[in-house]
């Protein structure tokens, strides 16, 4: 064989494997079977770790799935619960761990402006979706370091860890597993946090300066909670609210900053959050009213709404 024929024949070669080996970008409209789309994520070595600081977003878009093509294969849902039906967030894969002839686990990464969320999914073994969990939800307190793992035997743990004031540093700890039933069980739960373990809201607005005219605490009881405190202006709030309705079995949460619309009205519509929430006050109240798809900040089955109570400000401490 001409030696040039024998050269042509093993490049052909190569280019055949190249092109089997090359992966289906996922960033166009191209139709994509789920071998394809499952091909996409790069194999990781177990035991893996991720945290709240690894939610970065990718230098450029090259490996950005397409929301069309993720649809496709993943439940609306999985989204829609934390980002709200209107948010567009962009999604990248994070990696996949495989059980040899049982189910895949494929990591992703989701973010929007407002948001950035680490889920696992898990595909059983016929590739067909059956189960997510949201492993780290990334907030912008300095305080709280969140966690998450796969261990080598598929064991899911998350962990919340928080600094208090005098260095301590306090966790909370849930472990899950894959069942037989396709879900996502939580097998252990482990805590260090007294208040957390006695089920006591803590307030991260506490201790802030309550001197303009509506700020303050307004409460139902110990886990129905709306706090005010002074923003940049008068004109300005930072609020935090905290509901608990059915017994605990649909929560809602949200803490950001509501501007005055009014002498009595305030309202929290932030940029990139479709969330938008109306606070209107009287001397001793204050009554929520969702106007905007807050979808992302609570459970599907309960709203941020009904009013609640001024609490009386706490007397400072006499100095002797």
């Not at 970008?25 to 194999?43: H, K, Y």
């Not at 619960?81 to 049982?102: E, L, N, Q």
């Amino acid at each position: 064989m001409k030696p040039l024929l024998l050269l042509g024949g093993v490049l052909a070669l190569f280019l055949l494997g190249a092109c089997k080996s090359k992966k289906k970008i996922l960033t166009g409209d191209e139709p994509v079977v789920i071998e394809e789309f499952i091909d996409f994520f790069d194999e990781v070595k177990l035991p893996l770790q991720l945290s709240d600081t690894s939610l970065i977003k990718p230098a450029t878009d090259s490996l950005l799935i397409n929301q069309k093509i993720f649809s496709q294969f993943v439940a609306d849902t999985v989204l829609t619960r934390h980002f709200g039906k209107a948010a567009k967030p962009k999604i990248y894969p994070a990696g996949k761990a495989t059980v040899k002839d049982a189910e895949t686990y494929l990591l992703i990464k989701a973010f929007t402006p407002a948001k950035k969320i680490a889920f696992v999914l898990a595909f059983d073994k016929t590739k067909k979706f059956v189960a997510s969990l949201p492993l780290i939800i990334a907030d912008k307190d300095v305080v709280t370091t969140q966690l998450a793992a796969i261990d080598s035997r598929f064991t899911i743990t998350t962990n919340l860890q928080r600094k208090t004031p005098d260095a301590q540093l306090l966790y909370r700890k849930n472990a899950y597993v894959f069942n037989s039933e396709g879900v996502f069980t939580l097998i252990l739960t482990e805590s260090n946090d007294v208040a957390a373990i006695r089920n006591v809201l803590i307030n991260p607005l506490d201790t802030l300066a309550r001197k303009n005219k509506w700020s303050g605490d307004y409460m139902q009881d110990k886990n129905n909670l709306v706090s005010l405190r002074d923003g940049k202006t008068s004109a300005e709030y930072l609020v935090f609210v905290h509901f608990e309705k059915d017994k605990g079995a649909c929560k809602g949460e949200l803490k950001g900053k509501a501007k005055m619309n009014g002498t009595n009205k305030a309202v929290f519509a932030e940029q990139s959050d479709p969330c938008l929430l109306e606070f209107n006050f009287t001397p001793g109240s204050v009554t929520l009213k969702e106007a905007g798809a807050c979808g992302s900040h609570r459970d599907i089955k309960c709203f941020f709404e009904g009013s609640f109570a001024r609490k009386k400000a706490p007397k400072p401490a006499r100095k002797k």
